[in-house]
């Protein structure tokens, strides 16, 4: 890989680390204000409204510029959303301005994958970013629970600037604080993103007309035989993965009886053990074996009810390491599988948009399930077993989905496998 590759992974790593430490932040900062339980996951929730509503202009706008100066316009956006917490605005929507400026930058980071590799090299550089993502959430997450533990904030908190009042009073003010600063040195690289020689696209003049050209778009991926599987099993996975979020802080609380900087090092675990699965995939799957990890989707569902019978961390992190490896396992070749596709069928920037409409779509109605579910009076327990029975039960439904399609379009599947399989040369 050239140096063009790792300045888009460097800049990739430290925009997300601040996406997630800012989330555990902004839940402090939920928490200080003795918001309800239930109102928590809803700060997911107003991050991914911008990636349903905005999806139609956001892949368009990133095939319109080159990706840099997108991914630097997005990250400016983030440092903006972050800041205004720190002047008393409503966390929830601060961090849906946040969510804009990710939503903007997700088709950017993707698309010039795309363009700047290789299709042979796709699914080597899907591990990495995936990896590196997830190294970035569980170093956010961690970096989260450090910044609001009583010892660290402390020591925050008593720095003073001579003359000048910072208005910074609290863990949570002093955490995002420095979470700003972490967003400003993803900026910088930003700056150095390499430049690729792939044509621009222009934006379409009428925003009717750019609202119709998605509607087409996602329409091609559902209709491919092989998009609509991918697509399918992405969208199932980030829907469950912002959900387990939340589920992992409560069963700490509940199981374990962590405060919120303690679960939050359990969220790295999880992470930890999806970075080792997708390292593992992005050496040992190719492109044109990505569908047959799709049973390791419906393993993953029935290892999260095991969550119910752990009440002890000596248990917990070999069991939460496990879940997250095959959750990372099984998404890296799905998620190459459908770059591959959509690349080939529309631009990079508008599939991975496609893409984050409906994975987007899946975090929403799932984490207001869930939010509905605690807020009825549900049990945690109650709660993860049905969630685990909607993972592996929905990713049966796509295995079943997958074998149909390949018994009826035998020659189309084939073809397209075939396809997948050149481009490893």
């Known amino acids: 890989m050239s140096l063009g590759f790792y300045i888009i992974m460097a800049a990739q790593f430290f925009s997300s680390l601040a996406d997630n430490a800012l989330l555990v932040a902004a839940i402090a900062m939920l928490m200080q204000s003795h918001s309800p339980s239930w109102l928590t996951p809803y700060l997911k929730f107003f991050f991914v409204v911008s990636y349903v509503v905005l999806a139609p202009y956001v892949g368009a706008f990133a095939d319109r510029l080159p990706k840099g100066q997108v991914m630097l316009a997005s990250n400016t956006v983030k440092v903006v959303g972050c800041a205004l917490m720190l002047f008393n605005v409503n966390p929830l929507a601060a961090y849906a301005l946040v969510g804009l400026g990710a939503a903007a930058y997700s088709p950017a980071k993707y698309g010039i994958l795309t363009e700047y590799l290789p299709p042979a090299k796709l ?177 993953m569902g029935l290892v999260i009810i095991v969550m119910n019978f752990v009440g002890n961390v000596v248990l917990a992190i070999p069991l939460l390491i496990a879940m997250g490896a095959m959750a990372g396992y099984f998404v890296v070749p799905m998620n190459a599988l459908l770059q591959h596709r959509g690349h080939n069928l529309m631009g990079a920037g508008r599939s991975i948009a496609v893409q984050n409409f409906n994975e987007n779509i899946s975090i929403l109605l799932m984490i207001a399930i869930y939010s509905a579910m605690l807020g009825s009076g549900l049990s945690i327990h109650t709660v993860i077993v049905a969630f685990g029975l909607f993972v592996a039960g929905t990713m049966t439904l796509v295995l079943i989905w997958y074998r149909r399609n390949r018994r009826v379009y035998r020659e189309e599947i084939e073809a397209l496998l075939e396809f997948a399989r050149s481009a490893k040369h």
């Open 123 to 299: 699914v080597i550089a899907n591990g990495w970013i995936e990896g590196l993502t997830v190294a970035s959430i569980i170093l956010g997450t961690v970096l989260g629970g450090v910044l609001i533990s009583a010892r660290v904030s402390s020591e925050l908190l008593g720095f003073d600037v001579p003359r000048f009042d910072t208005g910074i009073d609290t863990p949570a003010e002093a955490a995002i604080a420095v979470i700003v600063s972490v967003y400003v040195v993803a900026a910088i690289f930003n700056l150095y993103v390499p430049r690729t020689d792939v044509a621009l696209k222009p934006l379409p003049a009428d925003p009717v007309e750019t609202l119709r050209d998605f509607y087409n778009c996602c329409r091609r991926l559902w209709t491919d035989r092989l998009g609509q599987i991918s697509l399918a099993v992405t969208t199932l996975f980030w829907g469950a993965g912002a959900t387990l979020q939340f589920i992992v802080i409560e069963w700490a609380r509940s199981a374990l009886g962590y405060g919120l900087s303690r679960a939050a090092i359990l969220q790295g675990v999880v992470a930890l053990g999806i970075a080792l699965g997708a390292v593992a995939a992005s050496l040992r799957v190719s492109l044109d074996r990505a569908v047959g990890v799709i049973p390791l989707g419906i393993g």
